[in-house]
């Protein structure tokens, strides 16, 4: 392992406030273009990349249904119009012809509608599946679930994925057939009802008109608000039961209950509060809503009663009338019969525009308000090497690390100490490729030759041959060397106590965190890579295991990045990086290197003579002996 280069370096630079600027509140989507061209960039690649001819295909044909099932209900209100004029004209053959006619006419009806709703929800499942995969593909591609993690802009993406996208497709099919049903009913009712009055025809323009524009003004913004922060609500409070089922044995151990009731009931709180003023809202709609669909009920039979009982209009033509008018009026007033589910839907495609910017790649990208921050580049090389690395968390311009220089050969062993907060794991994350803030440059062989193993291993859903060989789905390894493997990392009789390789547990509680380390040690064996890196992946050993399974790997050849805080460990690594804090660092051999030195002989550069250092200072880097 080389030292670092000594070449001079600029002064350090003034700390800068990291303080995070103000959260910005969301912006709600309103019932408006804006809110159209988000549901188009959504929903447009669905019918336009692989899918697109099943999914064509399949609206053809709904199409295809709801035109025979529009034609079928003008052929029903004809004849519950013949039915009524035959009564009031004492025609019993009349009567009865019309009562064979409609059960014909069901008798297609009925069959028709059940097929036409199977396949609207056939459609609805094939479109979620396929946006599904979409955002799932965005998600896991380039680590964006973990940048998530510390962006503030995305809450609860996994809901937006779970929930808004199946709620998006169910309803974007419902508004669209909806819509062309709409359309076929209007253009066949229609002209009925002009063939019968030419005045119900205009007084039903205007009344939908007025409907739909008072809908609008009066509660378009208001409900699509709330109905927004309802999703968000609701989200939240699901995520605060979700941390306390993870967490639930460490709130146990502190008897956190009060505590997290407190937090519970403050996010349960909200989600009350805002639906409290939602049913508010939509108490005012539902009055709205009756009273402009139940004065269809009146209004053609006030209309046309002159002509009825003058004897111009018979009874049934009144009551075909009265039909259309319905039928008309329901084409027409679309948007005041779904007002309340065309909010919630808007509210959706709020939130799911919103994660397809940051999550896919054709996503229409936002406008750079700020200079773009530096970061880390990263370079194939033959060796693990930091050329002049500096290292900020994101979003914050606090320095951890300040132009660090080094090289580590193969079996090379590091180890990084220093206080807490420091910046250790923060380093592991950048070497990782997690963190990108800051400058400099990481060298690195390609990633499949690494190996990372975090304080507390990650033990997914499955088998225990899983959990072996995981993150790989298949290993040619048989069973006999995954049991020797086990015996290795001191597990010998653990699959004999769990029930085989292929036994289902839930591994997180059935194993002690050791057993997890024990076994996180146990991928390493399996899957043998050049650069293993520890971040305290032996606190919870013995100090047998330990310096066990740390022999196992220096006998190896294994190139070691190591966290640690035990003097014990020091035996297993050749050099010593320890951080001292506000970017300053200093760089050790591992023979003489004392874990309980006093700091301020480490940060004022004076150690023992025979013990070579590179010493990281405010005005440069410098070589001490």
């Not at 033959?382 to 580590?408: C, G, M, W």
């Not at 509680?509 to 043998?528: D, I, M, P």
Request: glycine share 6%; net charge neutral; aromatic share 8%.
């Amino acid at each position: 392992m080389t030292k670092p280069t000594l070449d001079s370096v600029k002064r350090a630079k003034p700390v800068v406030d990291d303080t995070p600027a103000p959260k910005k509140r969301p912006r709600v989507p309103r019932l408006s273009l804006a809110a159209w061209k988000q549901f188009v960039g959504v929903a447009k690649p669905y019918w336009q990349e692989d899918q697109k001819k099943q999914a064509w295909a399949l609206l053809l044909l709904l199409i295809v249904l709801m035109l025979v099932e529009t034609q079928l209900a003008v052929m029903l209100n004809d004849q519950a119009g013949e039915m009524t004029s035959a009564l009031a004209g004492r025609d019993g053959d009349r009567f009865w012809t019309s009562v064979r006619a409609c059960l014909y006419i069901l008798a297609v009806a009925v069959p028709v509608y059940a097929f036409y709703y199977y396949m609207r929800d056939l459609f609805a499942n094939q479109w979620r599946r396929w946006l599904t995969g979409r955002f799932l593909d965005g998600y896991l591609k380039g680590r964006k679930y973990y940048k998530l993690g510390y962006d503030s802009e995305i809450d609860n993406p996994d809901q937006r994925i779970s929930e808004d996208i199946n709620t998006f497709t169910g309803r974007s099919t419902h508004f669209l057939l909806i819509f062309l049903g709409s359309i076929m009913q209007l253009v066949a009712f229609s002209a009925v009802l002009w063939s019968i009055s030419h005045v119900l025809v205009a007084v039903l323009a205007v009344y939908a008109l007025a409907g739909t524009v008072i809908a609008l003004w009066i509660f378009g913004t208001p409900l699509i608000h709330l109905n927004f922060w309802q999703l968000r609500r609701e989200a939240d409070f699901r995520f605060s039961l979700m941390r306390l089922r993870e967490n639930a044995e460490s709130i146990a151990f502190y008897r956190g209950e009060a505590q997290e009731r407190a937090h519970i009931d403050g996010r349960f709180e909200k989600v009350i509060h805002n639906f409290s003023r939602l049913i508010k809202k939509q108490r005012s709609l539902n009055l709205f809503q009756r009273t402009f669909s139940q004065l269809t009920l009146v209004l053609p039979f006030v209309i046309l009663a002159k002509g009825v009982l003058s004897g111009e209009l018979e009874v049934g033509r009144a009551v075909q009338a009265a039909g259309a008018f319905t039928a008309v009026l329901t084409a027409v007033g679309i948007i005041v019969d779904n007002f309340e589910s065309l909010s919630r839907f808007v509210a959706g495609i709020g939130r799911l525009q919103a994660l397809s910017n940051l999550l896919l790649p054709d996503a229409e990208p936002k406008a750079a308000t700020d200079k773009p921050r530096p970061r880390i580049e990263k370079r194939p090389g033959e060796h693990l090497a930091l050329e002049a690395l500096t290292l900020h968390p994101p979003q914050s311009e606090r320095v951890l690390i300040k132009e660090l220089n080094l090289v580590l050969k193969p079996g090379d062993a590091l180890l990084i100490t220093g206080e807490s907060g420091c910046g250790k794991s923060s380093l592991l994350r950048a070497i990782a490729g997690l963190w990108h803030t800051g400058s400099g440059v990481i060298h690195h062989p390609p990633i499949e030759q690494f190996f990372f193993l975090p304080q507390q291993p990650y033990l997914q859903p499955g088998t225990l041959r899983s959990q072996l060989i995981y993150p790989s789905a298949e290993c040619d390894l048989d069973d006999d060397a995954l049991l020797e493997i086990l015996d290795q990392v001191h597990l010998p009789r653990l699959a004999e106590r769990v029930g085989g390789l292929d036994a289902v547990q839930d591994w997180a509680k059935l194993l002690s965190v050791g057993e997890q380390q024990r076994l996180a040690f146990a991928r390493v064996l399996v899957h043998g890579p050049s650069i293993v890196i520890l971040d305290e992946a032996t606190s919870a050993l013995d100090s047998g295991n330990e310096a066990s399974l740390y022999a196992r790997l220096r006998a190896s050849g294994t190139t070691l990045i190591s966290i640690a805080h035990r003097p014990a460990v020091l035996q297993h690594h050749t050099h010593v990086l320890h951080l001292l804090g506000d970017g300053k660092w200093e760089l050790h051999e591992a023979d003489g290197f004392e874990f309980d030195a006093p700091v301020t002989a480490l940060r004022s550069g004076v150690q023992p003579a025979q013990q070579p250092r590179v010493v990281a200072a405010a005005g440069g880097v410098k070589s001490a002996a």
